[in-house]
């Protein structure tokens, strides 16, 4: 249907900021703050706050949330150091909460088709 | 009456030596605007350059600053003008700087094993090299570095991720000089690498082993033994490092300043101590975050002994309580830089500190629970006047204990 031109972006939920490509996922099963999130390799077009030692439940790291760089909202953390073997490859990766972002191209393609289908009821409705 | 010309009277001597008396650099630059002869003398004068610029303009910058000492040509972290310093530019530097003896190519991404042997085989007098993060480089052109640069004293590859215990043993064996060696990252690297290495190069004064997961204590035991005049040794977060190599250090190596060991979870109170009574005069920088096994024990010993102290940092040292800062002693601690992100720690340690250390100018307890700007102010906390302090993390950290 819809031809997926150019990269598969994710988008920040408030003003539409690029902020992580979709070949940058590394998992979609993390649990952020408010339910489900991703881990990504990278991502752009953020502010790295500053830095903090949290306990959670994979043990003790040090974190900084990441904010939008347009419109500052909070849209998940940096993992910057971690204490257990286990965890330290999380270290310089980063955490998207699935409910601040917005999977760009899947959304135009799902908009051409809602286009699409309306043109082909109304013609259905002439005939 | 006949002239006498200036130019013909002097000799470059006398031009080189008025040239050393002009301080600005505007002058100097003037200086060789006076016609080709002063140019020759100006350029051959200058000893160090910042330059970016592809391999035509290496070659005239070469032809012309002749006798350069040192040439910085490091690239930015994220972006960079694109190619970059590549290994065709590094063949034109070995051939035409042949007086360099510091070369700065930090963030060089794009040069290879083929560059860096070029810079070996060319060469010769450098003393010191800085290829932090130039990640493509491997074992086989920084041996080649090792065996042509003998005199190499400072040596920094941060980020070279395929670095491994060869390269180590290339040192050992040809840079019996080296002086500094900066390894933060290189996981690869073994302790029968650090093995190697000290066994040749016995005047190590700076080791940086941050990140480097495989290390452990037979490796830092070997370093302390053969290193005696160590001054600064970093092992942030290598976990397998214990109380046995604080203790070798300890009885080993006097003149530690700087000493990172944040990680480093074995650690314990006992070799901590061992340090304190060791190092009494000597240490001036100690950063033991997330080292879970320390308590106010060992704590205190460092603060009462090491009079000339200057950075600490026990983050997340979760046994260490109020009583660690009670009954330091009389005089005064020389602390500059404090981060005590200890849970236990309450405004009365915060207030025990204060009162002994008036030359404080970083505090961080962005962690502490009970610590907080209101509960400060209402225990009437005095902070000295040009002291920072970091309640929240939005401060710009010092980076003394990195």
């Known amino acids: 249907m819809a031809e997926m031109v150019g990269p598969r972006l994710y988008s920040c939920c408030n003003c539409r900021n690029h902020v992580a490509l979709h070949?940058?996922?590394?998992?979609?099963?993390?649990?952020?703050?408010?339910?489900?999130?991703?881990l990504f390799s990278h991502a752009m077009n953020i502010v790295v706050g500053p830095k903090e030692d949290r306990q959670l439940m994979t043990g003790l790291h040090t974190v900084a949330d990441v904010f939008c760089s347009d419109c500052r909202v909070v849209l998940g953390w940096k993992y910057e150091r971690a204490y257990e073997e286990t965890q330290k490859y999380k270290e310089g990766k980063f955490i998207l909460e699935k409910s601040k972002i917005h999977h760009l191209t899947k959304e135009i393609s799902v908009f051409a088709f809602c286009h699409i289908n309306q043109w082909i009821c109304s013609l259905h409705f002439l005939i | 009456m006949g002239s006498l010309c200036i130019n013909e009277v002097l000799r470059d001597d006398e031009l080189r030596s008025i040239l050393s008396r002009l301080e600005d650099d505007k002058d100097k630059e003037r200086f060789g605007l006076v016609c080709k002869r002063w140019l020759h003398l100006q350029s051959t004068e200058r000893k160090k350059l910042s330059v970016r610029a592809g391999p035509h303009m290496l070659r005239k910058i070469a032809a012309r600053f002749s006798r350069l000492v040192e040439l910085d040509l490091s690239q930015s972290v994220s972006r960079s003008f694109y190619p970059g310093v590549t290994d065709s530019d590094l063949a034109v530097i070995a051939d035409g700087f042949k007086s360099l003896k510091l070369?700065?190519?930090?963030?060089?991404?794009?040069?290879?094993?083929?560059?860096?042997?070029?810079?070996?085989?060319?060469?010769?007098?450098?003393?010191?090299?800085?290829?932090?993060?130039?990640?493509?480089?491997?074992?086989?052109?920084?041996?080649?570095?090792?065996e042509g640069c003998q005199d190499l004293r400072s040596l920094h590859l941060?980020?070279?991720?395929?670095?491994?215990?060869?390269?180590?043993?290339?040192?050992?064996?040809?840079?019996?000089?080296?002086?500094?060696?900066?390894?933060?990252?290189?996981?690869?690297?073994?302790?029968?690498?650090?093995?190697?290495l000290v066994n040749g190069c016995q005047n190590i004064k700076f080791l940086d082993l941050n990140k480097c997961s495989n290390i452990g204590d037979n490796?830092?035991?070997?370093?302390?033994?053969?290193?005696?005049?160590?001054?600064?040794?970093?092992?942030?977060?290598?976990?397998?490092?214990?109380?046995?190599?604080?203790?070798?250090?300890?009885?080993?190596?006097?003149?530690?300043?700087?000493?990172?060991?944040?990680?480093?979870?074995?650690?314990?109170?006992?070799?901590?101590?061992?340090?304190?009574a060791s190092c009494k005069s000597s240490l001036k920088n100690l950063r033991m975050d997330w080292c879970l096994n320390i308590s106010d024990?060992?704590?205190?010993?460092?603060?009462?002994q090491?009079?000339?102290?200057?950075?600490?940092?026990?983050?997340?040292?979760?046994?260490?309580?109020?009583?660690?800062?009670?009954?330091?002693?009389?005089?005064?601690?020389?602390?500059?830089?404090?981060?005590?992100?200890?849970?236990?720690?309450?405004?009365?340690?915060?207030?025990?500190?204060?009162?002994?250390?008036?030359?404080?100018?970083?505090?961080?307890?962005?962690?502490?629970?009970?610590?907080?700007?209101?509960?400060?102010?209402?225990?009437?906390?005095?902070?000295?006047?040009?002291?920072?302090?970091?309640?929240?993390?939005?401060?710009?950290?010092?980076?003394?204990?990195?």
């Open chain 2, 158 to 196: 941060a980020g070279c991720k395929s670095v491994t215990d060869g390269t180590l043993q290339a040192l050992s064996k040809n840079c019996r000089n080296l002086e500094e060696l900066g390894l933060l990252g290189c996981t690869s690297i073994s302790d029968s690498g650090v093995i190697d």
């Open chain 2, 219 to 276: 490796g830092i035991s070997s370093v302390s033994k053969s290193c005696s005049s160590l001054k600064t040794l970093k092992l942030l977060d290598c976990y397998k490092v214990g109380d046995k190599s604080i203790l070798s250090l300890a009885k080993f190596c006097k003149n530690l300043e700087t000493l990172i060991i944040g990680g480093c979870r074995d650690i314990s109170d006992e070799s901590i101590k061992h340090l304190a």
């Open chain 2, 297 to 304: 024990s060992s704590l205190s010993c460092i603060l009462s």
């Open chain 2, 306 to 402: 090491c009079r000339n102290l200057e950075a600490l940092d026990i983050g997340c040292c979760e046994e260490v309580t109020d009583a660690a800062f009670q009954d330091l002693g009389e005089v005064e601690l020389s602390l500059k830089v404090l981060k005590v992100n200890c849970p236990k720690v309450t405004v009365v340690g915060i207030g025990n500190v204060l009162e002994k250390c008036a030359s404080l100018e970083y505090i961080d307890v962005r962690s502490c629970p009970h610590v907080t700007q209101a509960s400060c102010e209402e225990a009437g906390l005095q902070f000295p006047q040009c002291c920072k302090v970091n309640f929240a993390g939005c401060l710009f950290e010092p980076d003394v204990l990195l």
């Open chain 1, 23 to 38: 070949d940058d996922v590394i998992s979609k099963s993390f649990q952020g703050r408010n339910g489900r999130a991703f």
């Open chain 2, 103 to 146: 070369l700065n190519l930090q963030n060089c991404k794009g040069i290879t094993d083929a560059g860096i042997a070029s810079i070996g085989s060319g060469l010769c007098s450098l003393q010191s090299l800085d290829l932090s993060y130039c990640r493509k480089l491997t074992d086989k052109g920084l041996s080649a570095v090792a």
